[in-house]
């Protein structure tokens, strides 16, 4: 079973609302989350690196007051777009490192945004 | 992080083998070879790994070459389920850290 879980699924919201996104290690703890974004027909891009302890860094390009990441435990990291529009829609994914290049990777489910 | 490179898309036939080929020319001596594909509409999911003997698992077979600088991703009998798209990623042995560096990867589509 999948041992990074990703919530919600998909979400619709209004234009100018915030939205927020779990993504929790289940079965190991995570000091560091990542979080992609991806557009149809597209790959995935690297958003942010989640830290727990500490305050995310962000890739070029990417608006750190428009997504707030925490990570408030080593089991939990968020994402909340705020004030979003609709060129904010899209399909956001975490995934956490667990054990390195040496193991497998996780990543979430997927959050789909729509919003209108 | 080092690229790689991979076909855009490929055709397979049902129940038929399929090789799925990355090359990694700039590939260095810590470079973990892992494979990931992506189902529509989910995260991506972890296919297999390796470092520089040929892996099997339950999913697919990956046989690297001597060199290592390509390696191909081979589904012993493909299945509808199995058309998603199919990343080659190098990841360092020695950052534990690391995040994924995602390129288009290949579409695999199987034909019934």
């Known amino acids: 079973g999948a041992v990074v879980s990703q919530h919600p699924s998909w979400v619709i919201c209004k234009s100018g609302t915030s939205v927020k996104i779990e993504c929790r290690s289940l079965?190991?703890?995570?000091?560091?989350m990542f979080w992609y974004r991806q557009f149809p027909k597209q790959s995935l891009m690297l958003m942010a690196t989640?830290?727990?302890?500490?305050?995310?860094?962000?890739e070029q390009g990417v608006e750190k007051d428009k997504f707030l990441i925490n990570h408030a435990s080593l089991t939990l990291s968020t994402l909340t777009v705020t004030s979003a529009h609709p060129e904010d829609s899209s399909f956001y994914i975490c995934?956490?490192?667990?054990?390195?290049?040496?193991?497998?990777?996780?990543f979430g489910q997927g959050t789909r945004l729509t919003v209108v | 992080d080092a690229k790689t490179t991979q076909p855009n898309s490929m055709e397979s036939n049902e129940e038929e083998p399929v090789h799925l080929p990355c090359n990694h020319s700039?590939?260095?001596?810590?470079?973990?070879i892992h494979w990931y594909r992506q189902l529509p509409s989910q995260g991506p999911e972890y296919v297999i790994h390796g470092l520089t003997s040929n892996v099997n698992n339950r999913m697919a077979s990956l046989a690297i070459a001597e060199d290592r600088k390509s390696s191909t991703l081979i589904l012993h009998r493909a299945t509808l389920r199995d058309a998603a798209v199919y990343y080659c990623i190098l990841r360092d042995g020695n950052n534990y850290g690391q995040n994924f560096v995602f390129g288009p990867g290949t579409r695999l589509s199987v034909l019934p």
């Open positions: 989640s830290n727990e302890g500490s305050k995310a860094t962000y």
């Open positions: 995934s956490a490192p667990f054990g390195g290049a040496r193991t497998e990777a996780f």
């Open positions: 700039t590939i260095s001596g810590t470079d973990y």
């Open positions: 079965d190991f703890q995570a000091t560091t």
